[in-house]
């Protein structure tokens, strides 16, 4: 199934805490925020999907803990924009300075930034419109560099702020540039071939 937009009436709007206290009650689930308080639903990844994530997942985690310069997160973790959506990228890394600027009771709930970097692995399920969107709304709110990953069109397209969309075909490697100096995101040679027999996922 796709991703679920609920709509509120305004005098409905979820507060911070009514939203992580629904998380909490629906762990099965990823949902989000949308600025304008509208509540995303997204279903459970396949094991396809969830594969690729983890390796992707894994590269960075990697990366960072040989060079420490700042935080790594997965796809549980929920950012608070400064638009006032809260979104979950796929994975994403922060900074240690702006990291170490936040206060521990700002750290153990939804962090209030937007991170230096994030990655979005589109699924069998998700928009790819929707996806662009999301990727657009980081950029807005003080995204350094993305990579929006579709498997099924073998593409990437790489969101730089006040620059283009690049878009790449089939690459071996990204580079995290100078925002993760040193980082090389290298995809293994099965990432791009789609199962025939995909369930939807």
């Given at each position: 199934?796709?991703?679920?937009?609920?709509?509120?009436?305004?005098?409905?709007?979820?507060t911070?805490e009514?939203?992580?206290?629904?998380?909490a009650?629906?762990?099965?689930?990823?949902?989000?925020?949308?600025?304008?308080?509208?509540?995303?639903?997204?279903?459970?990844?396949?094991?396809?999907?969830?594969?690729?994530?983890?390796?992707?997942?894994g590269?960075l985690?990697?990366?960072?803990?040989?060079n420490?310069?700042g935080?790594a997160?997965?796809?549980?973790?929920?950012?608070?924009?400064?638009?006032?959506?809260?979104?979950?990228?796929?994975?994403?890394w922060?900074?240690?300075?702006?990291?170490?600027?936040?206060?521990?009771?700002?750290?153990?709930?939804?962090?209030?930034?937007?991170?230096?970097?994030?990655?979005?692995?589109?699924?069998?399920?998700?928009?790819?419109?929707?996806?662009?969107?999301?990727?657009?709304?980081?950029?807005?709110?003080?995204?350094?560099?993305?990579?929006?990953?579709?498997?099924?069109?073998?593409?990437?397209?790489?969101?730089?702020s006040?620059?283009p969309?690049?878009?790449?075909?089939?690459?071996r490697?990204l580079?995290?540039?100078?925002?993760?100096?040193?980082?090389?995101l290298?995809?293994?040679?099965d990432?791009?071939?789609?199962?025939?027999?995909?369930?939807?996922?």
């Amino acid at each position: 199934m796709n991703a679920l937009t609920l709509h509120f009436p305004p005098a409905l709007k979820l507060t911070d805490e009514e939203f992580e206290q629904l998380i909490a009650v629906n762990q099965e689930l990823r949902l989000e925020l949308t600025a304008q308080g509208e509540l995303v639903i997204m279903s459970p990844t396949g094991g396809e999907t969830g594969e690729r994530n983890l390796d992707i997942e894994g590269q960075l985690w990697l990366w960072n803990r040989q060079n420490k310069l700042g935080k790594a997160f997965n796809s549980s973790t929920g950012f608070k924009l400064p638009n006032g959506a809260t979104r979950s990228p796929d994975a994403s890394w922060v900074k240690m300075e702006r990291w170490e600027a936040l206060t521990p009771q700002q750290r153990k709930k939804f962090p209030p930034l937007c991170p230096d970097f994030v990655v979005e692995l589109v699924s069998e399920t998700d928009d790819l419109e929707d996806t662009q969107a999301k990727m657009r709304e980081y950029i807005k709110n003080g995204l350094r560099l993305g990579w929006l990953i579709n498997p099924k069109n073998r593409q990437v397209e790489i969101y730089r702020s006040n620059q283009p969309v690049e878009v790449l075909q089939s690459p071996r490697n990204l580079s995290g540039e100078d925002v993760l100096p040193g980082f090389l995101l290298d995809f293994r040679t099965d990432f791009w071939i789609i199962s025939k027999q995909n369930s939807g996922f």
